[in-house]
């Protein structure tokens, strides 16, 4: 097996590290932490690392919890395994851009809780030059408006994951073109479309994090 499927596998089996007592029967092999490293002292991509290692494991978790084949901790242990692998790619996600081009203010929706892919939207961010200001998770559309007013001309940025909080991602939206607000708002998240982005009246959609910086750049009419 390949190192990328190795990292796959383990987030799928939710297994953080070599310590971990989960699951029972990979007990004393490697977990997240250890391959993703191994990973990286053999120089591999850090893209491919991230999207065939990390985020693969994680779209099989999901279609394994469709089909009711995973429940509730199944996904938890798997986020907690992708999130372990993540914290080692963030320093080198994160780059070392010292000028910063602009600010981001990013959170996930009111009523979400999901906040790997934002987060993950967040490093590249920074990785890309931006100073980010991270809200977190289940943030209400008054948040994202005060913010906007505290930060003119920052860039706003909303995750949402699911079915039911993509509302929330309308209502946030509206609020702040309610309140004439001039900050542009990029928009994401696995039940996110370009279609639904242009709906809501959203200035930018992207399903691909690393795309965010070009884009974020375009809002802010900076010169990739
Ligand atoms: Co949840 N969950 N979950 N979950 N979960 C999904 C989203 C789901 C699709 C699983 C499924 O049914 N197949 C489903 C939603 C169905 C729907 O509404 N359409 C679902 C459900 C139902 C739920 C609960 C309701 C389950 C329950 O309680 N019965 C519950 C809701 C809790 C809540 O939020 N209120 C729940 C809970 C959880 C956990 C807590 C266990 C955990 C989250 C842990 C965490 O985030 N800290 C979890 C997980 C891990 C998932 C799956 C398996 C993986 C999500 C993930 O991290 N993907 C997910 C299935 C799936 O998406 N395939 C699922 C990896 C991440 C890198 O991708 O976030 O899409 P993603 O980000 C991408 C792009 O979308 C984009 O960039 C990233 C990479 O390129 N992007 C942006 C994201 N945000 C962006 C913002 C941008 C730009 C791009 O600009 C600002």
């Given at each position: 097996?390949?190192?990328?499927?190795?990292?796959?596998?383990?987030?799928?089996?939710?297994?953080?590290?070599?310590?971990?007592?989960?699951?029972?029967?990979?007990?004393?092999?490697?977990?997240?932490?250890?391959?993703?490293?191994?990973?990286?002292?053999?120089?591999?991509?850090?893209?491919?690392?991230?999207?065939?290692?990390?985020?693969?494991?994680?779209?099989?978790?999901?279609?394994?919890?469709?089909?009711?084949?995973?429940?509730?901790?199944d996904m938890l242990m798997s986020a907690q395994a992708m999130k372990a692998g993540m914290s080692i790619l963030d320093p080198h996600l994160r780059g070392k851009s010292i000028q910063k081009l602009g600010k981001v203010v990013i959170g996930t929706v009111k009523g979400d809780m999901h906040d790997i892919g934002k987060n993950l939207v967040a490093v590249i961010l920074e990785g890309g030059g931006f100073e980010v200001i991270d809200l977190g998770i289940d943030v209400s559309a008054e948040a994202f408006l005060s913010n906007?007013?505290?930060?003119?001309?920052?860039?706003?940025?909303?995750?949402?994951?699911?079915?039911?909080?993509?509302?929330?991602?309308?209502?946030?939206?509206?609020?702040?073109?309610?309140?004439?607000?001039?900050?542009k708002i990029i928009v994401g998240g696995a039940v996110v479309t370009q279609a639904f982005a242009d709906e809501i009246g959203a200035d930018a959609f992207t399903k691909d994090a690393a795309k965010a910086v070009p884009l974020v750049k375009g809002l802010l009419g900076i010169a990739s």
């Open positions: 097996m390949g190192i990328l499927t190795e990292i796959k596998d383990a987030v799928v089996r939710g297994r953080v590290d070599i310590k971990s007592p989960y699951p029972p029967e990979m007990a004393g092999k490697p977990g997240v932490v250890e391959l993703v490293e191994q990973a990286l002292e053999e120089k591999m991509d850090i893209s491919m690392v991230l999207k065939e290692g990390l985020v693969s494991g994680m779209e099989v978790v999901g279609d394994k919890f469709s089909s009711g084949e995973y429940f509730l901790p906007a007013e505290e930060h003119p001309g920052s860039v706003i940025g909303m995750s949402a994951l699911l079915t039911t909080t993509r509302e929330s991602m309308r209502a946030s939206v509206e609020l702040l073109r309610e309140k004439g607000l001039s900050n």
